[in-house]
């Protein structure tokens, strides 16, 4: 992904600015501050972002109970649950079982999981999304991940898994954020604040072309 030197110097400007926050993460401040900080504005987020985005989560979902297992339950397994922003979406009855490696994000969950009672939580565990391995081979109907591959270390390693711990006819969806159009205005701006964005937000990149990957 090439960059003009208008970007390169824009991008030079921004850090320039954000250099207390480079500061304390290289002190090893931020990332805790971070990490409980961050299921806070993830509240304030996922609001606006499902009133924005509520028709499109409903057709991408409308589906989920065509891959429920013979006996009739639908177990889906979410990855980067977060605050449980989704669960709204998800069919009477289903069983979910939540990851996240921040568990900051508990009482979020717990408080979507009261307003949906329609989900069942079967087991929250605090990982990533690349290592599942408390979850079997072939367990699960469906896996659910949106707005997290932008800020995995490893997409492949993501799909892997994935892959390993759905069943047989299982379905994976997903939802993400990605890398503008080439020499469109919003690659231009997420070029200039990707690296501090990372660092900002958790390790969230913009510039990440994630449709290429998946």
């Not at 499902?50 to 339950?73: R, T, Y």
């Amino acid at each position: 992904m090439e960059m003009s030197f208008l970007v390169v110097l824009l991008r030079l400007c921004v850090q320039f600015l954000a250099l207390p926050i480079y500061l304390l993460w290289f002190l090893g401040i931020w990332d805790p501050i971070c990490k409980k900080a961050f299921p806070y504005f993830m509240v304030y987020f996922s609001v606006h972002y499902n009133s924005k985005m509520s028709a499109k989560k409903k057709e991408l979902f409308n589906n989920l109970s065509d891959f429920a297992s013979p006996s009739g339950v639908l177990t889906i397994l979410e990855i980067g649950t977060g605050t449980g922003t989704n669960f709204q979406f998800y069919p009477r009855g289903c069983k979910v079982i939540c990851t996240d490696p921040n568990p900051n994000f508990k009482k979020f969950l717990d408080k979507n999981l009261s307003e949906n009672p329609q989900v069942k939580l079967e087991r929250c565990i605090v990982t990533g999304a690349e290592d599942l391995h408390q979850i079997p081979d072939a367990s699960v109907d469906v896996v659910v991940c949106t707005l997290v591959l932008c800020s995995v270390t490893s997409i492949e390693g993501v799909l892997r898994e994935v892959l390993r711990v759905l069943r047989p006819g299982g379905a994976f969806y997903f939802m993400e954020h990605v890398a503008g159009p080439p020499s469109s205005w919003s690659l231009f701006w997420q070029q200039i604040y990707d690296p501090p964005w990372k660092v900002v937000f958790d390790g969230c990149h913009l510039t990440r072309e994630t449709g290429v990957c998946v």
